[in-house]
T-cell receptor, first 112, second 112 residues
Framework: QKEVEQNSGPLSVPEGAIASLNCTYS??????FFWYRQYSGKSPELIMS????GDKEDGRFTAQLNKASQYVSLLIRDSQPSDSATYLC????????????FGKGTTLSVSS | KAGVTQTPRYLIKTRGQQVTLSCSPI?????VSWYQQTPGQGLQFLFE???????NKGNFPGRFSGRQFSNSRSEMNVSTLELGDSALYLC???????????FGEGSWLTVV
């Protein structure tokens, strides 16, 4: 059973702080890794994708991948109240088409 | 560029009925996949279609089916609805495997 595990939270951080979201996955052949943000009642929105070990930065967001440890993380710097949402980690084995395996998400709450 | 369009957005059905949901992918995208999201199970992959062929299938009963048309538009059908089928059904499109997938707004199905 291929699994993606996330701490459900809620993770509460004050405005301006760094939020750290973590994800582990079980399928060693996973090749692509994604972070989606989902606001309540809305569909998931892609924030970051990462494919190779190391860090990838995009604005206030940094994704980190460690394939040896089967670990993916998302750092949000200078957290804003508008970042309050559920963050979904997803992994994909590209040999299996476009199918993503999602974690159940971490709820982030940023207080002003 | 128009995004992924799903219809209907909201619907209520009675147990035992069937339902058909429709998805129009982003122009040029040939891969369409469907996901079910529930509070208990999270986001789960249903199936993927590419060039009118089902390329991948998740672990759902045969009551869940789909198809894709020559213009890449897709439909999914759920027969003999059960209360547990109440969920947000998300369609996602992609150029092909290995490419980023983009979600539609979803169809909210309530079974009573």
């Amino acid at each position: 059973q291929k699994e993606v595990e996330q701490n459900s939270g809620p993770l509460s951080v004050p405005e301006g702080a760094i939020a750290s979201l973590n994800c582990t996955y079980s399928d060693r052949v996973s090749q692509s890794f994604f972070w989606y943000r989902q606001y309540s009642g809305k569909s998931p929105e892609l924030i970051m994708s990462i494919y190779s070990n190391g860090d990838k930065e995009d604005g206030r967001f940094t994704a980190q991948l460690n394939k040896a440890s089967q670990y993916v993380s998302l750092l949000i710097r200078d957290s804003q109240p508008s970042d309050s949402a559920t963050y979904l980690c997803a992994v994909r084995n590209n040999q299996a088409g476009t199918a993503l395996i999602f974690g159940k998400g971490t709820t982030l709450s940023v207080s002003s | 560029k128009a995004g992924v369009t799903q219809t209907p957005r909201y619907l209520i059905k009675t147990r035992g009925q069937q339902v058909t949901l429709s998805c129009s992918p982003i122009s040029g995208h040939r891969s369409v996949s469907w996901y079910q999201q529930t509070p208990g199970q999270g986001l789960q992959f249903l199936f993927e279609y590419f060039s009118e062929t089902q390329r991948n299938k998740g672990n759902f009963p045969g009551r869940f089916s789909g198809r894709q048309f020559s213009n890449s538009r897709s439909e999914m059908n759920v027969s003999t609805l059960e209360l547990g089928d109440s969920a947000l059904y998300l369609c996602a499109s992609s150029l092909d495997a290995g490419n980023t997938i983009y979600f539609g707004e979803g169809s909210w199905l309530t079974v009573v």
